[in-house]
Nanobody
Framework: QVQLVESGGGLVQAGGSLRLSCAAS????????MAWFRQAPGKEREFVAT????????YYADSVKGRFTISRDNAKDMVYLQMNSLKPEDTAIYYC?????????????????WGQGTQVTVSS
């Protein structure tokens, strides 16, 4: 079992930056692939970024590539999402997710563990 708690969301102007954090509890965190998803009002949950168990491989949605960076610190059981050059269309609830598979996936169905989400609002 893995429990996830996100933090770091807030209100920011377009062009600004935020850093989301996800604190994980569980003895096997370091063997889990991790991901960030987001859901805007009236829209389906969408993939944002993912990272494999070691942090050696990452993958991003085209919409955030070059602006967002996912990273992890297995010693601290933490996953991060650095978001730069934010746009109003990035406004959503951001969720951290974990999968016991070591390799990453962009499908939400592959992630059985989810945090409660943190709101990110980007004003124009």
């Amino acid at each position: 079992q893995v429990q996830l708690v996100e933090s770091g969301g807030g209100l920011v102007q377009a062009g600004g930056s935020l850093r989301l954090s996800c604190a994980a509890s569980g003895r096997t965190f370091s063997s889990y692939a991790m991901a960030w998803f987001r859901q805007a009002p009236g829209k389906e949950r969408e993939f944002v970024a993912t990272i494999n168990w070691s942090g050696g491989s990452t993958y991003y949605a085209d919409s955030v590539k070059g602006r967002f960076t996912i990273s992890r610190d297995n010693a601290k059981d933490m996953v991060y999402l650095q978001m730069n050059s934010l746009k109003p269309e990035d406004t959503a609830i951001y969720y951290c997710a974990a999968s016991s598979a070591r390799g990453y996936s962009i499908s939400p169905t592959m992630y059985p563990y989810w945090g409660q989400g943190t709101q990110v609002t980007v004003s124009s």
